[in-house]
């Protein structure tokens, strides 16, 4: 979803800053004491979708949306005395999309504020790491800002290594503080009970502990185990729910919710040329949606400077008990919804992606070191496709 032009003003003024940077620091022997920059990352990248179960018509219409994205990732870092190394990510991302279900708010074709809208997330991060006696402290925080939501998170984090160095255990806390701004559609705005008007707010807290271990030169495995809650307004104010009779109302769900995500992660590589990246969640929450997630790439090694990813997801879960489809809620349900992300389905991704890091660097370019294009098709079986290509260029 990250849009696939930058201006060559931007990249030729990044690549000269980085040039000059790597020019100063790399004349000399010796780690450097300055803070310099280590990697710079443009992602962008296009997406288009389409299904006919919108969530803003109650179960049912068109969900075309597109969505076009920018993000720069910029890697300082400072190596300091006594082995302590000082890493700092700054990203900033903007995407701006254009959707057809959120223009039915209103009803009106062009007429809603959250037909088209533009999201700007910025984030720094900062890890310390004593590279002496092998364990890592971070912290970080991190916004973002639409029209109708308005997000702003913290994490921590600490890592210790095992002695032999092959084994790390993580532990990581997040949280994020939201606010989400009650558009009703335009047929309740005004009636009693709509929540039409201010903010309500949603928080939420993250837990998370995972290990990984080398076993041998050939396969390194990780395992983590998360826990989520989740608390304040967690419907969205402009989701229809259309009653059997008829009638409609805004989506209602519970002020609460708990989540237990649990995955395992490996790689193991075949020969020089071949890796296989496996993939494994299993997640399940107190509103009886349970998932299974099963992920693989293999990348493959062409060339010294290039090597093309196939990768294929599979995905299934199970409804929340409070979805139904349209118009097959009563009166009788104290909570409803017709969102069809929280419906029964599975789901396939597939895809592939080239990766190419000339010695030269790209077009000759030394410090422009690697330029990877991935392209993914997916599909669900609630009918909803989309297709995302996406490009990454790193300077380093």
Request: hydrophobic share 35%.
């Amino acid at each position: 979803m990250k849009r696939i032009f930058i201006t060559g003003l931007a990249l030729l003024g990044i690549m000269r800053f980085s040039a000059q940077n790597r020019t100063e620091t790399d004349s000399t022997n010796y780690k450097a004491k300055k803070l310099k920059i280590e990697e710079i990352n443009l992602v962008s990248s296009y997406y288009s979708q389409n299904g006919n179960n919108a969530s803003v018509t109650g179960g049912i219409g068109t969900e075309e949306l597109t969505d076009v994205s920018n993000a720069i990732d910029v890697k300082l870092v400072k190596q300091g005395e006594n082995g302590i190394k000082h890493n700092f990510d700054i990203e900033v991302g903007v995407d701006h999309y254009s959707s057809a279900s959120s223009d039915k708010i209103d009803l009106q074709a062009n007429s809603s504020a959250s037909s088209a809208d533009t999201r700007v997330y910025p984030s720094l991060n900062y890890v310390r790491e004593n590279e002496a006696k092998g364990n890592t402290f971070g912290i970080g925080v991190s916004s973002s800002t639409e029209y109708d939501y308005q997000s702003f998170g913290g994490n921590i984090s600490y890592s210790k290594q095992t002695k032999d160095r092959n084994g790390e255990f993580t532990a990581r806390f997040q949280t994020f503080i939201d606010q989400v701004k009650m558009i009703a559609p335009i047929e309740l705005r005004g009636t009693p009970n709509a929540k039409d008007s201010g903010t309500e707010s949603r928080n939420t807290f993250v837990g998370s502990l995972s290990y990984s271990q080398i076993i041998n030169r050939n396969f390194q495995v990780l395992v983590q185990a998360d826990i989520v809650s989740q608390q304040g307004y967690l419907a969205l104010p402009f989701h229809r729910v259309y009653f059997t009779d008829g009638s409609v109302h805004q989506e209602e769900l519970p002020d609460s919710r708990l989540k237990f995500p649990m995955a395992v992660r490996a790689s193991y590589f075949l020969g020089d040329n071949i890796i296989i990246r496996a993939y494994y969640r299993y997640y399940t929450d107190d509103w009886d949606l349970n998932s299974h997630t099963a992920n693989i790439e293999v990348p493959v090694k062409i060339s010294p400077f290039f090597s093309i990813s196939p990768f294929y997801r599979y995905y299934q879960q199970t409804a929340i008990k409070y979805f139904k489809a349209h118009q097959q809620h009563t009166a009788a349900n104290e909570f409803y919804t017709s969102n069809y992300d929280l419906s029964d389905f599975d789901s396939n991704f597939m895809g592939v992606g080239l990766h190419f890091t000339p010695i030269n660097g790209v077009f000759g370019m030394k410090y422009f070191n690697m330029i990877e294009v991935r392209y993914g098709h997916y599909s669900r079986s609630t009918e909803l496709d989309s297709d995302i290509v996406s490009i990454n260029l790193k300077f380093k």
